[in-house]
Structure formats: C-alpha cells, structure tokens
C-alpha cells in the first residue's frame, strides 16, 4: 500500500458485525442516500453493531456511563457516552485517547448495545462534511459492552501524529470546543 494508506476495516470483521469503510467511501456512501438526522426522538432508524474505542479496560457485560473525565479536555466531566457504527471511528477514540493521556498502552475498541435513546453526536455532524459521514453518536444513557475486538489496526504513526497536531493546534486557538 502506498504512502500511509490503510486497509478498510472489512477484513477484519465478519461481515454480519457491521460496515466498515476508509473515509472516501464514507463520504461518497452518506452523499448517495439522504441524510436522517439521529435525534433522542428518533434513533430506531440505525442498526448496530457499535463500537466505542477507549483507553480503559472493561469486562463483557459492564456498562459504560457518563459521568467521568473526558478523553479531550482535561476538568471536563463528559456527559455522554460516545460510540459508532464504523471500527474506524472507534479506532481513532481508542488511539486518541491512549496518546492524550500518554499512558504508552493500545487502546481498546468494545462492541457496545446502547442501553436508551442515542442521537448524531454534534462535534462531527455537519462540520467538515454534510451529514454523520463517521456514523458517530452520542447517549446519556449507559452503553452495555458486548465483547471486545481483539484485532484492529492503528493508524499510521505520521497520520496519528497529524491528528494529534491539529487537536493542539485547535487548542492552542480556544477552538477545540467539544458539545456535550
């Protein structure tokens, strides 16, 4: 593979586990049907599996709540419990979180049932692309992990470094603003 590409993430799951695409195909795939906003109201319209990518360890059958320190700003308390439909977008929380935090540990990326209503989680929705190309949601309620994935593949160092780069640099301009 060329320059810091990556393979799609629909080798390493079964395909009945969900779709996983690159970016590209995520974008192209959300402009080819309409965008259905995920509201509390109206949820029932998206099917899992869904993932949620994190620093911490969790056994099967533990929930994941809201109400503790937030991955991205330090003091912050999250409200909600983030996750999505796509292995990618897991990897990035898992892999961001790890980083921000320094611990030098691999993340972890947890199957995930939400256990109430869930809506589009508004920091991605409608920001750099139209829609919830990254399929990322948000929910007050607990998130019940299933099991966890044992194989993912990371990004490509020089990819999560420019990340990291653009979360300081967002930072350092008082405009990593998180809605929570």
Same mark, same amino acid.
């Given at each position: 593979?060329?320059?810091?590409?990556?393979?799609?993430?629909?080798?390493?799951?079964?395909?009945?586990?969900?779709?996983?695409?690159?970016?590209?195909?995520?974008?192209?795939?959300?402009?080819?049907?309409? +965008?259905?906003?995920?509201?509390?109201?109206?949820?029932?319209?998206?099917?899992?599996?869904? +993932?949620?990518?994190?620093?911490?360890?969790?056994?099967?059958?533990?929930?994941?709540?809201?109400?503790?320190?937030?991955?991205?700003?330090?003091?912050?308390?999250?409200?909600?419990?983030?996750?999505?439909?796509?292995?990618?977008?897991a990897v990035w929380g898992a892999e961001l979180a790890t980083e921000l935090?320094?611990?030098?540990?691999?993340?972890?990326? +947890?199957?995930?049932?939400?256990?109430?209503?869930?809506?589009?989680?508004?920091?991605?929705?409608?920001?750099?692309?139209?829609?919830?190309?990254?399929?990322? +949601?948000?929910?007050?309620?607990?998130?019940?992990?299933v099991s966890e994935m044992e194989t993912w593949q990371g990004h490509a160092?020089?990819?999560?470094?420019?990340?990291?780069?653009?979360?300081?640099?967002?930072?350092?301009?008082?405009?990593?603003?998180?809605?929570?």
């Amino acid at each position: 593979m060329a320059g810091g590409e990556r393979p799609a993430f629909q080798d390493l799951a079964p395909a009945d586990e969900g779709t996983t695409v690159n970016d590209e195909e995520m974008i192209e795939d959300d402009s080819d049907i309409g +965008y259905v906003p995920v509201t509390l109201d109206r949820f029932d319209h998206i099917r899992g599996p869904f +993932y949620h990518g994190t620093k911490s360890t969790f056994e099967v059958g533990e929930q994941l709540v809201p109400g503790h320190a937030s991955n991205f700003q330090e003091g912050r308390v999250a409200n909600n419990v983030y996750f999505s439909a796509l292995v990618d977008t897991a990897v990035w929380g898992a892999e961001l979180a790890t980083e921000l935090a320094r611990s030098g540990e691999r993340g972890h990326i +947890y199957v995930v049932e939400p256990t109430g209503p869930f809506e589009d989680d508004p920091n991605v929705t409608n920001k750099r692309f139209p829609g919830n190309v990254t399929q990322s +949601y948000r929910t007050p309620h607990p998130l019940l992990v299933v099991s966890e994935m044992e194989t993912w593949q990371g990004h490509a160092p020089e990819v999560l470094t420019g990340m990291l780069d653009n979360l300081a640099r967002l930072r350092e301009q008082g405009l990593d603003i998180i809605d929570d």
